[in-house]
């Protein structure tokens, strides 16, 4: 399991030493939520911040960008320094071309899709991607409790990859905590982001590790 903690709940005073605590405690994505006020409701992160983290951690800067149309930044966003380049489906009509212009300039792609998105709509790329994030909640919302049933896509996403040799990583993103993490496993989950449960805590790194005994308890049991 990959541990992907959200960098929106991080507080910026003491950022420095989260970032170190966190990769401590044996995280190794940064999850960078990127809002443009059109697509979800909130602003957030440019490609400068991206820029700056760069230089400050060696964390996988795993960006998930929440903006209508992303093909109109998607080069800011890579030469800024990301290392996976998440679009929704709903972004974009142009998903196919998106994915691939942020392949040919060897970024790792990523396609989100939202709870009320239904998995079938990106069976036409799924060969094309290295990560797949399904959302637990309604992006760029806040106070939201995790949906149950996207779990049911996960597990869908993880029948197909095993049937078609395909490579890429399922990842789960709103609300998870560590009464969630068994679950997310069960369906097929590889990487869990983490926002609030982290960096709300006085410790995120503690949080970290109760997110892996979860992991651990999880495979001992199976
Ligand atoms: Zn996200």
Known sequence: MIVSPSLLNAGI??????????????????????????FVPNLSFGPGIISDLKKMTSLVLDVHLMIENPENLILDFIQAGSDVLTVH?????????????IKANRCKAGVAINPGTPVQSILPVLHLVDQILVMTINPGRQNQ??????????????????????????????????????????????????????FNADNP????????????????EF
């Open 89 to 101: 489906q709903e972004s974009t009509k142009h998903l196919y071309y998106v994915l691939q212009t």
């Open 145 to 198: 409790s995790f949906i149950e049933e996207t779990l049911e896509k996960v597990q869908y996403l993880s029948q197909i990859r095993n049937k078609m040799g395909y490579i890429y990583k399922i990842q789960v993103d709103g609300s998870i905590n560590d009464e969630r993490v068994k679950d997310c496993l069960a369906a097929g989950v590889d990487i869990v982001v983490s926002g609030g449960y982290i």
């Open 13 to 38: 005073y003491h950022l420095k030493d989260d970032l170190r605590n966190i990769q401590n405690a044996g995280a190794s994505y940064l999850h960078i939520d990127v809002m443009d006020g059109k």
């Open 205 to 220: 790194g503690e949080q970290i590790r109760k997110l892996f005994k979860k992991e651990y308890e999880y495979k001992k």
